[in-house]
C-alpha cells in the first residue's frame, strides 16, 4: 500500500513539473482585407499584461501601433505610436522603453498607456535594443559596433569601451541582444561581417550571405567590469537566454544556403567560453528561444521543408519544445498560423505567449 501510494505521489510530481504539453491557439488575429499587420516585438512584463510593437500597411500608407491586452489575454486592443517601434523592454508592469525605427527611444512609467521621448545625450550611433538591470543602471545597444551605458536612469549616455574593439569594421559590427542571469551575471551579444566590396549599401551588405563572427561581452560584476569574445564564422545572434549563473543559450542564424545548420541553438560555457550545439534542424528556421519554466525550452520556428534555409514569405508556425535540450519535440499549433518571424513571451509558466510579423498572437492553451 505504502508503494503504491508513493508511487501516485511521484507520478503527480511529475505532471505538476511537466505539465501537459498543450497546444497553441490563436487568441488575436489582425485579419483585414485592405490592410496587414506585422509585428517587430513583443512582451508581457506581467501575465495581466501584454504589448506587441507593429505597423499596419495598407492602402493609404503606414500606421505604428501597438497590441495591447490588460487582461490577461482576453481582450486586445490596438492603440497608436507616434513612431514605428523596433524593440521593447520592460522592468517591471509599468516602466518600460521602446526604441524606434527612427532610432529614437520612448518611455512608459504607466504600462504603455502614455509615452514620453527620452533623450540620447552621448549617443553617436543608431540604437537597436535598450535593456535595464534597474531603474538607474541601462545599456544601449547600437550599430557602428557601439553599447552605450547609463548609471542614471537613461539621462545621460557614455560609451562602453570594451565593445568598439579596433579591429571590427565600424560600419558592419552592431550589438543586438541582452540578457542577464542575475544582477551580476549578464551578457550583451551582436555580430560582426565585411561589408561586400560589391555592395557599399549596408542593407545589402547585411543581407549577404557571408559567415558572421559573433561578438559577446559578459560581466560577473553586475556591469562593472566587461570581457570581449569573438567567434569567427559562429554567426548572427538572434536571441540569448541564460540556464544558471555560468552557462548561456545562443540562438544563431547563418543565412548562408550552403550551411548544414541555419538556424542553432547553443549551450556557452561563460567560464571557458566553450560553446556546444544542442539543436539544428535545416528545415526549421528558429526565430526566438524562451523558457517556461525550471528547464523546458520552447523555440518558435517557421517550417522551411522544401524550401531555401531562410523564409522568403510566411510559413507554418512551429514550436518546439524540450525538458532536458537533449530531446526536442513539435507542439500542436493552430493550422491557420504562419509566419516568416515569431516571438515568444513567457511571464510565468503558466502563461506562454507567441507573436508573428503577420499579425497573429497565439497562446499555449492546456489540453483537454
Known amino acids: 500500500m505504502r508503494r503504491t501510494l508513493f508511487g501516485i505521489l511521484s507520478f503527480a510530481c511529475l505532471l505538476l513539473a511537466f505539465p501537459a504539453a498543450g497546444r497553441w491557439k490563436i487568441q488575436y488575429f489582425y485579419d483585414q482585407n485592405d490592410s496587414s ?148 551575471a549578464g551578457l550583451l551579444a551582436g555580430w560582426s561581417r565585411p561589408a561586400d566590396r560589391r555592395s557599399p549599401e549596408p542593407d545589402l551588405a547585411f543581407a549577404r550571405p557571408s559567415p558572421a563572427a559573433t561578438l559577446l561581452l559578459a560581466t560577473v560584476d553586475g556591469g562593472k567590469n566587461w570581457s570581449f569574445r569573438s567567434f569567427p564564422s559562429l554567426g548572427q545572434i538572434a536571441s540569448a537566454r541564460f540556464l544558471g549563473a555560468d552557462t548561456a543559450l545562443l540562438l544563431v542564424h547563418r543565412p548562408d544556403p550552403r550551411s548544414s545548420a541555419p538556424s542553432e541553438i547553443l549551450s556557452l560555457d561563460l567560464k571557458t567560453f566553450q560553446h556546444r550545439p544542442l539543436y539544428s534542424n535545416k528545415d526549421r528556421w528558429i526565430t526566438d528561444i524562451e523558457f517556461a519554466g525550471p528547464g523546458r525550452l520552447l523555440a518558435a520556428a517557421i517550417d522551411q521543408a ?35 518571424r515569431a516571438i515568444l513571451a513567457v511571464p510565468e509558466p503558466a502563461h506562454a505567449w507567441l507573436a508573428t510579423d503577420t499579425g497573429m498572437i497565439l497562446q499555449l492553451v492546456q489540453n483537454r
Open 306 to 340: 522544401g524550401r531555401a534555409p531562410t523564409p522568403a514569405i510566411p510559413s507554418k508556425l512551429k514550436v518546439l519544445e524540450s525538458a532536458d535540450l537533449k530531446e526536442w519535440t513539435e507542439m500542436e499549433v493552430d493550422y491557420r498560423a504562419d509566419a516568416a
Open 37 to 184: 499587420l506585422s509585428i517587430s516585438d513583443f512582451r508581457f512584463p506581467s501575465p495581466q499584461f501584454g504589448i506587441a510593437l507593429g505597423v499596419i500597411m495598407g492602402k493609404k500608407g503606414h500606421k505604428s501601433v501597438a497590441v495591447i491586452t490588460r487582461d490577461t489575454g482576453g481582450s486586445w486592443d490596438l492603440s497608436p505610436l507616434q513612431e514605428p517601434g523596433l524593440s521593447l523592454f520592460f522592468l517591471d508592469a509599468s516602466t518600460g522603453w521602446m526604441v524606434s525605427q527612427k532610432g529614437h527611444i520612448w518611455k512608459t512609467v504607466d504600462a504603455a498607456r502614455s509615452w514620453s521621448q527620452a533623450g540620447l545625450s552621448g549617443i553617436r550611433a543608431t540604437p537597436l535594443r535598450v535593456f535595464f538591470l534597474d531603474e538607474t543602471r541601462g545599456w544601449l545597444l547600437c550599430d557602428q559596433k557601439q553599447v552605450y551605458s547609463t548609471a542614471d536612469g537613461g539621462r545621460s549616455w557614455q560609451p562602453l569601451l570594451a565593445a568598439a574593439r579596433p579591429e571590427l569594421p565600424s560600419t558592419d559590427s552592431l550589438y543586438t541582444v541582452a540578457a542577464f542571469f542575475n544582477r551580476d
